[in-house]
């Protein structure tokens, strides 16, 4: 393949390292373990967690407004 990408001038287009492994998941199963996680948002972000941007508007579901 990246013979092939050189000989097209395609290569430098591309990443030709192996990839990394990606970490387990943990699954929080127990009352104990999801409420540990969320009472300590320093250590654990959430995905929609928009005040740590600077907005300021905490979750992303909270809006109707596909601009916001």
């Not at 097209?8 to 699954?27: N, S, V, W």
């Not at 373990?33 to 320093?42: E, H, L, Q, S």
Request: charged letters at 25%; hydrophobic letters at 35%.
């Amino acid at each position: 393949m990246k013979d092939s990408l050189t000989k097209q001038g395609l290569a430098a287009r591309y990443k030709f390292d192996r990839p990394i492994t990606a970490r387990i998941p943990k699954i929080l199963n127990t009352f104990t373990g999801i409420k540990y996680v969320f009472n300590d948002p320093t250590r654990f972000h959430t995905v929609y967690d928009l005040s740590r941007l600077g907005d300021g508007y905490g979750s992303i579901l909270a809006f109707d407004e596909v601009a916001k």
